[in-house]
């Protein structure tokens, strides 16, 4: 079964680092994209950004740009996103999903909720 | 780099068909046949139901349809179901090599 899966719940305090993860499985984790999307709660999607985990190319949204890093270990197949200082502003679900040849996102991840709080 | 438009929200009742548009720029949704749209049930992980425009993924209902004509966007849902009530986002490809979201229309069935 290709799936895509996600690390836990965190909760977080503002000025602190985070990196989530996203474990691809079921298909060759270096042959397609895999993108993270936000949704504050109760808002909309927002494209964050790919990663291409074959050679670790990577597009970033103006939006992201300077705020997250996007990596991946292809060793272990797996995505990740970063923060170095965490502000209330970044408490949202974040999910990954795998970019099909056709730039859908076609599989995803269960969502990654981050809370950030003093 | 803005959002694409849709309407914040669109009704039907069993049975009927809607239409949700989605509006970008010549530089996203005119300029390429990448727009796709997505599902998205409260809670829970959206689900790709059109890519490139028009194709519909192995599994989907053919009573989803999509359709392009200039900046614009459209998802067609006949026979609407109770279960298609949700959240439905479009997203395209953009001249920057990123991709966009559309700002998500609610999907009520009364």
């Known amino acids: 079964e290709v799936q895509l899966v996600q690390s836990g719940a965190e909760v977080k305090k503002p000025g602190e680092s985070l990196k989530i993860s996203c474990k691809g499985s079921?298909?060759?984790?270096?042959?397609?994209?895999i993108g993270w999307v936000r949704q504050m709660p109760g808002k909309g999607l927002e494209w964050m950004g790919i990663?291409?985990?074959?050679?670790?190319?990577?597009r970033n949204s103006p939006s992201f740009q300077g705020q997250v890093t996007i990596s991946a270990d292809k060793s272990i197949s797996t995505a990740y996103l970063q923060w170095s200082s965490l502000k209330a502003s970044d408490t949202a679900m974040y999910y990954c999903?795998?970019?099909?040849?056709?730039?859908?996102?076609?599989?995803w991840g269960q969502g990654t909720m981050v809370t950030v709080s003093s | 780099q803005s959002a694409l438009t849709q309407p914040a929200s669109v009704s039907g009742s069993p049975g009927q068909s809607i239409t949700i548009s989605c509006t970008g720029t010549s530089s996203d949704v005119g300029r390429y046949n990448y727009v796709s749209w997505y599902q998205q049930h409260p809670g829970i992980a959206p689900k790709l139901m059109i890519y490139e425009v028009t194709n519909r993924p192995s599994g989907v209902s053919n009573r989803f349809s999509g359709s392009k004509s200039g900046n614009t966007a459209s998802l067609t849902i006949s026979g609407l179901q109770a279960e298609d009530e949700a959240d439905y986002y479009c997203t395209s490809y953009t001249s920057s090599s990123t991709r966009v979201f559309g700002g998500g229309t609610k999907l009520t069935v009364v």
């Open positions: 990663i291409y985990p074959g050679d670790s190319d990577t």
């Open positions: 079921g298909y060759s984790f270096t042959n397609f994209w």
């Open positions: 999903a795998r970019q099909n040849s056709g730039t859908s996102f076609d599989i």
